[in-house]
């Protein structure tokens, strides 16, 4: 317990803290519009909920992985399949449709199922800020470890309201889903990019890379979409017509 406390507030501490803090807030945005996303079309009364336990499981997520934070940093392919993942997330977000609601698709509609896609991509999109997490944490020579869950604690706040603010937001502009599927295909560039094994040969592509994902994330979206609405609006005239023949 002391050596967890040891260190704890001094100058060094401090000017850690603050590091941590302005990490939190830029690389956790991505996390908040990825809960919003998947929260989009639950019911009412299910939204909060779910963004309470997804977002406080994505956090249990991000300690354990910082546990592991110097493995992770030298697992090769991780990152590359983890983006790989990340771009069939984007576009199941952006073409599920379950409830049929909304101008880009429905999210997943049960509360257990919007949880588990958030845990799962958070799990992949957590890389970056654990391991950021992790190098600012070792430039203190004391309190490592209270920095670090200090760190994640911050956290917590800055993803639930990001993600009540992303939720109200995609509410009132429905487009926006697009957006954040963008977001998504974005990371997903950086995760491959990044990666240990692959990223030294993606790494000149990486501008192009980033450009294509978010091209073809949205553009298969806007596809199926457009093709799930052709068939929606043809089994409705079917239904129609036989109604009326019926008569």
Same mark, same amino acid.
């Given at each position: 317990?002391?050596?967890?406390?040891?260190?704890?507030?001094?100058?060094?501490?401090?000017?850690?803290?603050?590091?941590?803090?302005?990490? #939190?807030?830029?690389?956790?945005? #991505?996390?908040?519009?990825?809960?919003?996303?998947?929260?989009?079309?639950?019911?009412? /009364?299910?939204? $909060?909920?779910?963004?309470?336990? $997804?977002?406080?499981? !994505?956090?249990?997520?991000?300690?354990?992985? @910082?546990?592991? !934070?110097?493995?992770?940093?030298?697992?090769?392919?991780?990152?590359?399949?983890?983006?790989?993942?990340?771009?069939?997330? !984007?576009?199941?977000?952006?073409?599920? /449709? %379950?409830?049929? +609601?909304?101008? $880009?698709?429905?999210?997943? =509609?049960?509360?257990?199922?919007?949880?588990?896609?958030?845990?799962?991509?958070?799990?992949? &999109?957590?890389? #970056?800020?654990?391991?950021?997490? !992790?190098?600012?944490?070792? =430039?203190?020579?004391?309190?490592?470890?209270?920095?670090?869950?200090? *760190?994640?604690?911050?956290?917590?706040?800055?993803?639930?309201?990001?993600?009540?603010?992303?939720?109200?937001? &995609? %509410? %009132?502009?429905?487009?926006?889903?697009?957006? *954040?599927?963008?977001?998504?295909?974005?990371?997903?560039?950086?995760? &491959?990019?990044?990666? %240990?094994?692959?990223?030294?040969?993606?790494?000149?592509?990486?501008?192009?890379?980033?450009?294509?994902?978010?091209?073809?994330?949205?553009?298969?979206?806007?596809?199926?979409?457009?093709?799930?609405?052709?068939?929606?609006? +043809?089994?409705? +005239?079917?239904?129609?017509? @036989?109604?009326?023949?019926?008569?």
């Amino acid at each position: 317990m002391e050596s967890f406390f040891a260190g704890m507030f001094s100058p060094e501490w401090f000017a850690a803290f603050t590091s941590i803090v302005l990490l #939190d807030l830029i690389l956790s945005g #991505d996390n908040a519009i990825l809960i919003a996303l998947a929260c989009k079309n639950l019911p009412p /009364h299910h939204r $909060g909920r779910a963004i309470i336990v $997804g977002g406080m499981g !994505a956090v249990l997520i991000r300690i354990c992985c @910082t546990l592991f !934070a110097t493995g992770l940093l030298a697992a090769p392919y991780l990152e590359f399949i983890g983006g790989a993942l990340l771009l069939y997330i !984007a576009i199941k977000l952006l073409t599920d /449709h %379950k409830s049929g +609601s909304g101008s $880009g698709g429905a999210q997943p =509609t049960t509360f257990w199922a919007a949880v588990r896609t958030i845990l799962i991509a958070d799990f992949i &999109m957590s890389i #970056d800020n654990v391991l950021s997490l !992790a190098g600012v944490a070792n =430039t203190v020579p004391e309190g490592k470890w209270s920095l670090i869950i200090c *760190g994640l604690l911050v956290s917590i706040p800055i993803v639930l309201c990001g993600a009540q603010f992303f939720l109200v937001l &995609m %509410k %009132k502009v429905p487009a926006l889903v697009y957006a *954040g599927a963008a977001i998504l295909a974005y990371t997903a560039a950086e995760l &491959m990019t990044n990666d %240990k094994a692959l990223g030294s040969y993606l790494l000149a592509y990486a501008p192009f890379l980033k450009g294509a994902f978010i091209a073809g994330v949205l553009g298969l979206g806007l596809y199926l979409n457009h093709r799930w609405q052709k068939a929606q609006k +043809s089994q409705k +005239s079917q239904a129609q017509e @036989t109604e009326l023949e019926s008569r």
